[in-house]
Nanobody, 113 residues
């Protein structure tokens, strides 16, 4: 069973930055997408960003494009999310996934106004 563990969440002021990290316990497939979703209170979980195995072709939600950057380190089974210019609308629990099959427990991001 693949385990994903997120880290890097916290409280930040509007305009600040955070870097989330997600560590996978193993590499279950030769190629797979890793990425992030988020869920704000009372809302559905929504796509944030993902990235394919070779690190190319990252995809972003329109709401974060230009502010967030996803990257991965295949040697260490890691994926990262650099979040800049944060706003209160980015407040949510952020979940890491591997191939949208395995999911982490989530890390809270809170942006104060």
């Amino acid at each position: 069973q693949v385990r994903l563990v997120e880290s890097g969440g916290g409280l930040v002021q509007t305009g600040g930055s955070l870097r989330l990290a997600c560590a996978a316990s193993e590499r279950p497939y030769d190629t797979y997408t890793m990425g992030w979703f988020r869920q704000a209170p009372g809302q559905e979980r929504e796509f944030v960003a993902d990235i394919v195995s070779d690190g190319g072709r990252p995809s972003y939600a329109a709401s974060v494009k230009g502010r967030f950057t996803i990257s991965r380190d295949n040697a260490n089974n890691m994926v990262y999310l650099q979040m800049n210019s944060l706003t209160p609308e980015d407040t949510a629990v952020y979940y890491c996934h591997l191939a949208q099959i395995y999911w982490g427990q989530g890390t809270q991001v809170t942006v104060s106004s």
